[in-house]
Nanobody, 122 residues
Framework: QVQLLESGGGLVQAGGSLRLSCAASGTIFSINNMAWYRQTPGHQRELVASITSAGRLINYADFVTGRFTISRDDAKNTVDLQMNSLKPEDTAVYYC???????????????WGQGTQVTVSS
């Protein structure tokens, strides 16, 4: 019922920047939390950054604080992740996540994007 489409991944040299974007579409009444996670082979998916509606509460993982910035546009149901000063250890598949309510009376449901590869070369 809801699709999350990510874009913006790719290959960049250490110290460079990338901007990831995620757009939610489908049956959406509201979106509470939106977030970016990342995962490398053999490891669990980990939270990178999260943001609640209207940007009231933003949370960053310690390993990206000061380098990454999360933002969202509630009117467009989008969330972006600006990644600066990238390091080789940031190499991972990055996933968009959204907590979506389909109507005023529904519970929230978790949705995930398909993932976008970010590769940082040394």
């Amino acid at each position: 019922q809801v699709q999350l489409l990510e874009s913006g991944g790719g290959l960049v040299q250490a110290g460079g920047s990338l901007r990831l974007s995620c757009a939610a579409s489908g049956t959406i009444f509201s979106i509470n939390n939106m977030a970016w996670y990342r995962q490398t082979p053999g490891h669990q998916r980990e939270l990178v950054a999260s943001i609640t509606s209207a940007g009231r509460l933003i949370n960053y993982a310690d390993f990206v604080t000061g380098r990454f910035t999360i933002s969202r546009d509630d009117a467009k149901n989008t969330v972006d992740l600006q990644m600066n000063s990238l390091k080789p250890e940031d190499t991972a598949v990055y996933y968009c996540n959204a907590e979506v309510r389909h109507s005023r009376w529904s519970d929230s449901f978790d949705y995930w994007g398909q993932g976008t590869q970010v590769t940082v070369s040394s």
